[in-house]
């Protein structure tokens, strides 16, 4: 996920270090954008390996990939046999991306026919289970073609992963660069997350006082969407109840703590999540609202009513992990007052981590009822937050 404005930068998380990905680039125009894909996946830690077919070559030169990834792109196979070496059997690559894939490449993956140095690639992936993505980019009329549909369906029941495409101004479009390094992260991960579910409340509610404004909370939110793109990574199939839009993730839309209320109990009334994790800084008071707009310049009083507690229907729900979260100047006591109440897990922070891209925090247990300290950038606070909900499952479950 980007960074907020001004933040640019602050560390990454290099989930991928010590990771190989080749990415076979082809024929389509959005080939002009491998270079910053590159260098998205080389902040990440990965190393990564350039493969070109000849119709990509005419639209974006080999040394712009070579300089991008400091390896030498491979354009031709040569008796090195480059293919095996990086996607056969024991093979030095964690993932094949082909970003961008022409409606070409895609027939002939489909096909098992290989004619360029990507396709020859992509069949010895797949023969050797290696994680392979594909990244289709072309115009819509050649997506909707009833064989490209059928050629994706059946990398599908191949176990190949889609990112995108994003369909504007009648084209497919290549997916934009977070969505793709965000399913990659989750194919080379080892997805320990994989068939759990994880329900996220996020960010700041706005209870509206008149019809121009509102009563909100300095939080920004990205402490539970940084959460919630963890657990993605991680595989696990991920709700995230807020007031924004991030990629890969169910998003449900609220404002008001009485909508997020609503779309948590529409949830739980389909399933029990897994894991639920409370981080939103969600009002605990509502105002009256007044119609139209309070006239400025002169004294408004503003009757603030209390609003039931979210987290604690949750906390008595069978089969669900709820992670806690409580802010104050001294907010041990309550963290401890929420594990006795039925919380497994309480992250406590103070007022200075809110609205930030930094933050301190603490996470509280039944056996660490002091917390164990967790600080940086909110991506790696999510990073350890996952790492610590992790290792008390395998405690708790035996494994």
């Keep these: 996920m980007a960074c907020c404005a001004g933040c640019e930068s602050l560390v990454t998380v290099q989930t ?53 990834s400091g390896r030498q792109t491979i354009t031709r196979l040569t008796g090195l046999v480059e293919h095996v070496t990086c996607c056969g059997d024991g093979g030095s690559a964690s993932l094949l991306l ?44 050649m997506f909707r073609h009833p064989a490209v549909s059928g050629n994706i369906r059946t990398l599908e029941s191949w176990g190949v992963g889609f990112a995108g495409p994003r369909v504007e101004e009648g084209k497919a479009k290549i997916a934009d660069i977070d ?33 121009v404004r509102i009563l909100t909370t300095r939080s920004s ?57 409370s981080a939103a800084a969600i009002s605990d008071f509502a105002p009256k609202r007044r119609e139209g707009k309070i006239k400025s310049g002169k004294l408004a009083t503003i009757d603030l009513f209390p609003l039931p507690k979210l987290i604690d229907p949750l906390m008595e729900t069978k089969g669900t992990r709820v992670v806690a979260f409580k802010i104050g100047r001294n907010p041990l006591p309550e ?44 991506e790696e606070i999510a990073d350890r937050i996952w790492q610590a909900i992790l290792s008390g499952i395998k405690r708790n479950d035996g494994v």
């Design 16 to 68: 991928l270090a010590g990771k190989e990905i080749v990415i076979g680039v082809t024929g389509s125009i959005a080939a002009v954008e491998t270079v910053k894909l590159i260098h998205a996946f080389r902040r990440k830690g990965a190393q990564v390996q350039p493969v070109m077919s000849r119709a990509a070559q005419d639209i974006i030169q080999p040394d712009a990939l070579t300089y991008a």
């Design 98 to 141: 082909i970003a961008p894939c022409t409606a070409n490449t895609l027939g002939k993956i489909a096909c098992g026919i290989d004619d360029t140095p990507v396709t020859t690639f992509a069949t010895t992936a797949l023969g050797s289970g290696m994680p392979v993505i594909v990244v289709p980019a072309m115009h819509y009329s």
């Design 179 to 211: 969505e793709i390094i965000l399913r990659s992260e989750r194919a080379i991960l080892g997805r320990p997350l994989a068939g759990k579910t994880v329900l996220v409340t996020s960010g700041a509610c706005r209870e509206p006082i008149d019809d």
């Design 221 to 277: 939110g990205r402490m539970g969407q940084e959460i919630a793109l963890e657990a993605y990574r991680l595989g696990a199939a991920v709700t995230i109840i807020h007031n924004g839009t991030l990629p890969c993730v169910d998003n449900v839309f609220v404002e008001t703590a009485g909508e997020m209320k609503q779309a948590v109990d529409v949830y739980i009334k389909k399933d029990n999540p897994d894991l639920y994790i």
């Design 335 to 378: 963290a401890k007052a929420l594990l006795e109440r039925g919380a497994w897990m309480v992250i406590t922070n103070t007022p200075e981590s809110m609205g930030t891209a930094t933050g301190a925090y603490r996470v509280v247990t039944g056996s660490d009822k002091k917390g164990k300290p967790v600080s940086g950038t909110k």
